[in-house]
């Protein structure tokens, strides 16, 4: 059986509007499998241009491909105002194309140009590929350790 051919997409990165979230929701879930119980719904909907200013979309053949949830957040200590990350996802169908490369670099460059010093995620320790990916766009591992108490 000869192997697929698939076409690179030209990628068009954006910053996220209201009008985006069916399209984001969609990606989560096939990403996820999924559909979460507590969305992003009202984070997109209620705060774009607040609390979610730094988010992006991909766009690649007329459709949303990936999104970069992320917004200002005080975290750390000492505390410090930061762009944290709330969710990465690209399209299983648009994968291997640097989408998501193209969204961390268009995060990265808007918090440079809002004076804030850092980014920061939260990534699951047993996640090795998505930190190899934040490590690859040099991000280290920071000094703080998540604590939960399940209630």
């Known amino acids: 059986m000869p192997a697929i051919e698939r076409k690179e997409s030209k990628v068009r990165i954006r910053p996220m509007e209201p009008e985006d979230i069916d ?10 499998g999924v559909r979460r119980a507590v969305t992003y719904t009202d984070l997109i909907t209620g705060d774009l241009g ?10 690649a053949d007329g459709h ?11 975290v750390g200590e000492p505390v410090a105002e930061v762009g944290l990350v709330q969710i ?7 994968g291997r194309q640097g ?17 804030l010093k850092a980014v920061r995620i939260m990534i699951k320790e047993r996640d090795s590929q998505l930190q190899a990916f934040f490590a690859h766009m040099g991000f280290k591992r920071g000094q703080l350790i998540d604590y939960t108490k399940t209630l």
Not at 50 to 59: K, M, N, P, Y
Not at 64 to 74: D, M
Not at 88 to 94: A, E, N, T
Not at 99 to 115: D, F, G, R, Y
Request: hydrophobic share 55%.
């Open 23 to 32: 399209a984001v929701l969609a990606i989560d879930k096939k990403i996820s």
């Open 50 to 59: 607040g609390v979610l200013d730094l988010s992006f979309v991909a766009e």
């Open 64 to 74: 949303i491909a990936g999104f970069i949830l992320a917004r200002r957040a005080y």
């Open 88 to 94: 990465l996802g690209v399209d299983p169908d648009y």
């Open 99 to 115: 989408i998501a490369t193209k969204l961390v670099e268009a995060l990265l460059e808007s918090v440079q140009s809002e004076n």
